[in-house]
């Protein structure tokens, strides 16, 4: 067993939290999210897989040359071009790592991969080698471990160290393990793996039965030093381990699991804002530690308490995780130089352009709107800046509707590929004419799946956060927006949403990528 109390975050929010239906992001997209992991402490960044498609190759580069302190990752199955690729991709990073995987259980090797074991474990060997040859640190997984045969995971697990991982993976890739059981594997492991102590035990859990914090913690106790997680918990399926909630976890029980991450665990809110505001997942409101209702308190019992103790009913304080009391701070009469000293203060380094963007909307909603929350601020400068270079822009949006209209209209104005386009269209509401507007704009092939809205602060003069998820020939993705005016809001959501459509259409992922 690890006789090192640190352990390591690796964040695949990029990579296997991409893989969420409708989770799809751009090459900017990554590096902003990747900056804001680097900055809260992650240890290593699985940036992407970068054989899956020229973006996420171009991606994993880009952010191999933004990323300085933190590890950049990128996902290889055991094939020389998948390695290759991603040693290909990694070239620029100041310190890089290729993680490649292999499936170890009998039923997938004998219906997935249709191999016998001597073979899977050869191409073991023969991946973690080819990978050693771009660089030093390899990491191997054995994909669905924990339905593996314990002899056969523990030979692979031997030569893939023998061969130069570093790095062995022992993920619970469909969610299947339960604590004390995948407690009982690690330490299986350091019990029958002569070499373990050469490498460092990672766990990757998925959240198939709700068990995927749970079981990552259980194995840290077990002496893994490693957890693979993302950010909100974002995966395929069900989801990943919550970085926020191991994260948090391991901080506020010491006393029964004395380990450290480097984590600053007062930018979690920020990241987990940022993430959602990319991927189009609204955060549900009672979400562990990132949720709205997370530090709430409604029962007059619990209320009571909270205001004479708050360690009464709360287990760690709302600063400790980033959460700040909303502050009327900014108004109308704001200047540009405090609007650009509240993005500092909220964590955002912006040029020129972006602040001047944001600043704008910033005095149109303080035009609108009474007090302009932190929250506020945070929306509108996300919604912003991930907008920067769409194809298809927003300009303006005109709705006419009421008891009295027989039919709701909208009146739209786009930038589509640096052209001004103008249209005029009905609807049975005035959220479908506005689709119904863009689809006469853009393009009508895609299929809305989900529409939701919900406020960012209180009053009815809050903003609005919108979410739409579309469906096109099987490809989905999810877009949203921020706006005082709902409608509008609903409109820059379906727009964001065509945006990750268009590189949608250039994507398409290899199969068997779920290590």
């Known amino acids: 067993m690890s006789t090192t109390n640190r352990v ?6 990029m990579r296997d939290g991409e893989q969420s239906p409708g989770a799809s992001m751009n090459r900017d997209d990554k590096i902003r999210i990747a900056k804001a992991l680097e900055e809260m402490g992650v240890d290593i960044i699985e940036a992407g897989f970068p054989i899956a498609s020229q973006g996420d190759f171009e991606a994993v580069q880009a952010v191999a040359k933004e990323v300085t302190e933190s590890i ?16 290909e991709a990694l070239r620029p990073a100041k310190r890089k790592r ?5 499936a170890v259980s009998p039923l997938h090797m004998r219906v997935k991969l249709q191999m016998e074991p001597d073979a899977v474990h050869q191409m073991v060997i023969d991946s973690v080698t080819r990978a050693r040859n771009h660089t030093d640190d390899v990491e191997w997984s054995g994909e669905d471990a924990t339905r593996s045969n314990h002899d056969f995971l523990c030979r692979c697990v031997e030569s893939a160290i023998n061969a130069g991982a570093r790095t ?23 019990n029958r793996v002569p070499n373990i102590d050469k490498a460092v035990i990672s766990v990757h859990c998925h959240n198939d039965l709700g068990l995927a914090v749970a079981n990552s913690l259980a194995a840290v106790q077990a002496g893994a030093r490693q957890v693979e997680c993302t950010v909100n918990g974002l995966g395929e399926r069900a989801g990943n381990a919550a970085m ?14 004395p380990y450290t991450t480097g984590i600053k665990t007062e930018m979690i809110t920020r990241a987990s804002h940022l993430v959602s505001t990319i991927t189009g997942f609204v955060v549900q409101p009672n979400k562990a530690i990132v949720g709205a209702n997370a530090f709430a308190h409604e029962s007059g019992i619990h209320q009571d308490g909270v205001l004479k103790d708050a360690n009464t009913y709360e287990i760690m304080t709302p600063e400790s995780v980033g959460l700040r009391k909303s502050n009327l701070v900014m108004g109308k009469l704001s200047g540009r130089h405090a609007f650009r ?3 500092e203060d909220l964590g955002y380094t912006l040029g020129d352009n972006a602040v001047n963007d944001a600043f704008k909307r910033f005095k149109d909603l303080a035009d609108k709107k009474r007090e302009v929350f932190d929250e506020d601020i945070v929306a509108l400068v996300d919604d912003t800046v991930m907008r920067e270079n769409d194809r298809i822009k927003f300009l303006s949006l005109e ?42 704009l853009t393009s009508n092939s895609q299929h809305l799946q989900i529409y939701q809205v919900h406020a960012v602060t209180g009053g009815t003069d809050a903003q609005a956060e919108v979410t739409v998820r579309l469906e096109e020939n099987g490809k989905t993705v999810t877009g949203q927006g921020a706006d005082a005016d709902t ?5 820059r959501a379906y727009i964001n949403a065509l945006n990750k459509l268009l590189v949608k259409r250039e994507k398409s992922a290899p199969a068997a990528m779920s290590a």
Not at 420 to 428: I, P, Q, S
Request: glycine share 8%; aromatic share 6%.
């Open 168 to 190: 062995i993976n022992i993920p619970d890739t469909v969610g299947y393990t339960v604590p004390d059981e995948y407690n009982a594997l690690i330490k299986m492991l350091f």
């Open 244 to 257: 926020e909630e191991v994260v948090m976890a391991l901080r506020t029980r010491k006393d029964h699991m």
């Open 98 to 102: 290729i993680h490649t995987f292999l």
């Open 8 to 13: 390591l975050i690796f964040d695949t929010t």
């Open 341 to 343: 000293q509240k993005l």
């Open 72 to 87: 950049v990752c990128g996902l290889a199955r055991a094939g020389k071009a998948d390695i290759d690729r991603a040693g």
């Open 399 to 440: 709705i006419i509707c009421g008891t009295k209209v027989p039919k709701p209209s909208a009146e739209l104005e786009l930038e589509v590929d640096g052209v001004v386009k103008h249209t005029k269209a009905l609807g049975d509401g005035p959220v479908d004419a506005t689709f119904n507007a863009i689809k006469q």
């Open 487 to 491: 409608l509008v809001a609903s409109a």
